[in-house]
């Protein structure tokens, strides 16, 4: 650190909140201060084991008490405090600002997510689109440099946003899905896997993931599901899946008494488990809301990124100061110690 002259000459590095925001480099050497004290009772001590005796006639006006034989104490006192200053630069006073800088190498994920006209069902609230969509912005907002894409499917596949790290505008294209972006009706599962292939299949991330999220089984689309998984995992690609809803007798609208309506659900589970098996990933089932929450939360831990860190610490040194003091008060009493300051008798 470099201090300017006017600096050096600041009152502000005698005030004891300043000496109280240093960190010190040699602190233990601080305690030498207490030596100093201990300096003074041992030459009274000295002088007390000397004593002197010198017979002099002085004026009567002299034998009272005058401040001017005080003058003797300064030089001494300038001595002191060049020493205190010399223990304070030696203890080395410093000021740390320590700057930390989070890198990632992230991994790419891909979500997959199905919009048929089956993911409008009301076994999740206020459906199954709208839950799914509302857990995949929570997992999103949670991931920390990875880059994130999404694939929206129905009768056939539609790549909403490519790989991007910018997590904002993604929130904002997956709150904008809704059912009436493709109008092919039916579940290409086949043909969404391809197409997110088509994505990721250039990327040189270590690691690559899609995330495929469906209610039913393939119905639509020119490309078969399995072959569409394995030519995924030849490009590095692994697959987890998620089952969305219940078999059975679900809720779906009201009647024109405002009742409720069911309607029956399939879900295929064979399918959609040989997918993730093939991906090497893992196959979950989710059944309500909390459950898909879940999952998320368990794929975010098994695809954790690895956060990585690079700690700078900038010190500042303020030694020089407390030495350039200590040497000013040295021959402040070396000048002084010669003169009439150090001599009780008046000239």
């Not at 233990?28 to 006639?57: A, D, G, T």
């Not at 088509?198 to 991330?205: F, Q």
């Amino acid at each position: 650190m470099k201090e300017s002259v006017a600096e050096f000459f600041s009152w502000s590095w005698f005030l004891p909140e300043t000496i109280q925001s240093y960190e010190w480099e040699n602190p233990l050497l601080l305690n030498l201060l207490w030596l100093i004290p201990l300096l003074i009772l041992i030459r009274k001590f000295i002088k007390f084991l000397k004593k002197p005796v010198l017979e002099l006639s002085l004026p009567k006006r002299l034998t009272k008490a005058n401040p001017w034989t005080y003058l003797r104490l300064i030089p001494t006192s300038f001595f002191f405090l060049f020493l205190i200053f010399v223990v304070i630069a030696l203890a080395r006073p410093q000021r740390n600002n320590e700057r930390v800088e989070q890198y990632t190498e992230g991994i790419d994920i891909l979500l997959v997510m199905d919009i048929s006209e089956s993911m409008d069902l009301q076994d999740f609230s206020p459906n199954r689109l709208e839950a799914a969509k509302k857990t995949a912005i929570e997992f999103i907002n949670g991931r920390f440099g990875d880059r994130i894409g999404m694939v929206v499917f129905s009768g056939e596949a539609y790549s909403l946003s490519p790989l991007t790290n910018d997590y904002q505008l993604l929130t904002s294209l997956i709150k904008e899905i809704n059912f009436s972006m493709i109008e092919a009706k039916g579940t290409a599962i086949g043909s969404a896997i391809a197409a997110g292939t088509n994505r990721m299949k250039d990327s040189e991330s270590p690691s690559k993931v899609m995330i495929l999220l469906s209610d039913g089984e393939s119905n639509a689309g020119n490309v078969d599901p399995i072959f569409a998984a394995q030519l995924a995992t030849a490009f590095g690609i692994k697959i987890y899946t998620i089952a969305v809803g219940k078999d059975g007798m679900v809720p779906y609208g009201t009647d024109f008494f405002g009742r409720p309506q069911m309607v029956e659900s399939y879900l295929d589970e064979s399918t959609l488990r040989e997918i993730s098996t093939i991906g090497g990933g893992q196959f979950f089932r989710a059944s309500d809301g909390k459950a898909l929450n879940r999952i998320f939360e368990q794929i975010d831990t098994l695809e954790k990124t690895e956060i990585l860190e690079n700690r700078y610490k900038e010190t500042a040194d303020f030694y020089r100061i407390y030495l350039f003091w200590g040497i000013l008060f040295f021959g402040i009493w070396m000048t002084l110690k010669s003169s009439f300051f150090n001599n009780f008798l008046l000239d």
